[in-house]
């Protein structure tokens, strides 16, 4: 019995059809070459060989091989392995291993488990890498140690130089030096009083006094009036590096520069007096490209020197300390709330 016409009809159209399709494809979608009865599929793409088959896999963005199976993709870049894609990551300061999931503070990277069972280094706030433990009780990582000011003759050194770039900048000249008392976290505790916490990691390193009792919380310290200049002080922690033993130098020896030449600040909230000496600090920091020390200034959350800096910081604007300057000589004291507008 024949095939009905109308399947012959059907099977002469397939046929047709199919033939249309491999004229068509009758050469290489990757290397134009004529197919030969054997084709590959990848796709919607119809190939001589396989070698060009490969050629429109994925290859790992790193060992640059043909990717045949599972793979990496992040960031859009993919991998063939798990050890590519580490090669692209981040070393953790600490641990030395990849960081997949940690945190990236400036320069300085970090895995989540080293931030979580290290200690915080009392002088950089960063987590403490092969830490020592001072007398006191502080924490100070294997960097900040190899750089720490321990003697009241390399501090004074250090305190001097703070001065006169301080000076400098400010065009100003302190009419009496305070003088430099180089002393530990136990003593620094009894001179603050008690300690004000903040979400930043570094505590007090600093305090300004003009009178014999010091009572200020904070991080750097703050100006306080007394009547005798020759009791002046400014007491600093040890063992800091130099870098910050010049900045927390700085930043207080700008209270005393307040205290002596713009005495209409007086009665001033205290965010306006840690915000213009932040602004000298950051000053500093910006000069001797201090990048973390810099980095702790402007993420600072304390409302009086984190809130107080932000502020000053935008009323400075691109002018800097002329501005600044103009704003202490001009501004309403009264009228200034006892917060830093945010």
């Given at each position: 019995?024949?095939?009905?016409?109308?399947?012959?009809?059907?099977?002469?159209?397939?046929?047709?059809?199919?033939?249309?399709?491999?004229?068509?494809?009758?050469?290489?979608?990757?290397?134009?070459?004529?197919?030969?009865?054997?084709?590959?599929?990848?796709?919607?793409?119809?190939?001589?060989?396989?070698?060009?088959?490969?050629?429109?896999?994925?290859?790992?963005?790193?060992?640059?091989?043909?990717?045949?199976?599972?793979?990496?993709?992040?960031?859009?870049?993919?991998?063939?392995?798990?050890?590519?894609?580490?090669?692209?990551?981040?070393?953790?300061?600490?641990?030395?291993?990849?960081?997949?999931?940690?945190?990236?503070?400036?320069?300085?990277?970090?895995?989540?488990?080293?931030?979580?069972?290290?200690?915080?280094?009392?002088?950089?706030?960063?987590?403490?890498?092969h830490p020592t433990r001072l007398k006191d009780g502080r924490?100070?990582?294997?960097?900040?140690?190899?750089?720490?000011?321990?003697?009241?003759?390399?501090?004074?050194?250090?305190?001097?130089?703070?001065?006169?770039?301080?000076?400098?900048?400010?065009?100003?000249?302190?009419?009496?030096?305070?003088?430099?008392?180089?002393?530990?976290?136990?003593?620094?505790?009894?001179?603050?009083?008690?300690?004000?916490?903040?979400?930043?990691?570094?505590?007090?390193?600093?305090?300004?006094?003009?009178?014999?009792?010091?009572?200020?919380?904070?991080?750097?310290?703050?100006?306080?009036?007394?009547?005798?200049?020759?009791?002046?002080?400014?007491?600093?922690?040890?063992?800091?590096?130099?870098?910050?033993?010049?900045?927390?130098?700085?930043?207080?020896?700008?209270?005393?520069?307040?205290?002596?030449?713009?005495?209409?600040?007086?009665?001033?909230?205290?965010?306006?007096?840690?915000?213009?000496?932040?602004?000298?600090?950051?000053?500093?920091?910006?000069?001797?490209?201090?990048?973390?020390?810099?980095?702790?200034?402007?993420?600072?959350?304390?409302?009086?020197?984190?809130?107080?800096?932000?502020?000053?910081?935008?009323?400075?604007?691109?002018?800097?300390?002329?501005?600044?300057?103009?704003?202490?000589?001009?501004?309403?004291?009264?009228?200034?709330?006892?917060?830093?507008?945010?």
């Amino acid at each position: 019995m024949g095939i009905p016409l109308s399947r012959r009809w059907f099977a002469a159209a397939a046929f047709c059809a199919a033939t249309a399709a491999i004229a068509r494809s009758s050469r290489c979608d990757v290397c134009g070459k004529q197919l030969s009865r054997q084709a590959w599929i990848y796709g919607d793409k119809t190939l001589c060989s396989q070698e060009c088959g490969n050629q429109l896999r994925p290859k790992c963005s790193v060992c640059k091989k043909t990717i045949r199976e599972k793979y990496t993709k992040a960031e859009g870049r993919i991998f063939c392995s798990t050890a590519c894609f580490h090669t692209t990551l981040p070393k953790c300061e600490i641990c030395k291993k990849p960081v997949e999931t940690g945190f990236t503070i400036t320069r300085h990277h970090y895995c989540e488990e080293c931030v979580k069972k290290q200690p915080t280094c009392f002088s950089c706030g960063l987590p403490a890498a092969h830490p020592t433990r001072l007398k006191d009780g502080r924490e100070i990582c294997i960097g900040c140690m190899r750089w720490a000011v321990t003697t009241q003759e390399v501090a004074q050194k250090h305190y001097d130089r703070a001065r006169r770039q301080l000076e400098a900048w400010t065009s100003l000249k302190h009419a009496s030096v305070p003088e430099l008392v180089l002393v530990d976290r136990t003593k620094m505790d009894e001179l603050s009083n008690t300690i004000r916490k903040s979400d930043s990691p570094v505590s007090v390193r600093g305090l300004y006094s003009r009178q014999t009792t010091v009572a200020k919380r904070g991080l750097f310290g703050i100006w306080k009036k007394a009547p005798e200049p020759d009791r002046e002080k400014i007491y600093l922690v040890d063992h800091l590096t130099d870098e910050v033993f010049r900045v927390a130098a700085t930043h207080e020896l700008m209270h005393d520069l307040i205290h002596e030449h713009f005495p209409r600040l007086e009665k001033a909230p205290p965010w306006v007096h840690e915000g213009i000496c932040q602004q000298a600090a950051a000053e500093l920091c910006r000069r001797r490209n201090y990048v973390d020390t810099l980095y702790h200034i402007e993420e600072c959350t304390d409302p009086d020197y984190g809130d107080g800096f932000r502020y000053l910081k935008k009323v400075s604007g691109f002018q800097g300390w002329p501005a600044l300057r103009r704003w202490m000589e001009t501004v309403d004291v009264d009228a200034l709330p006892e917060a830093a507008p945010k």
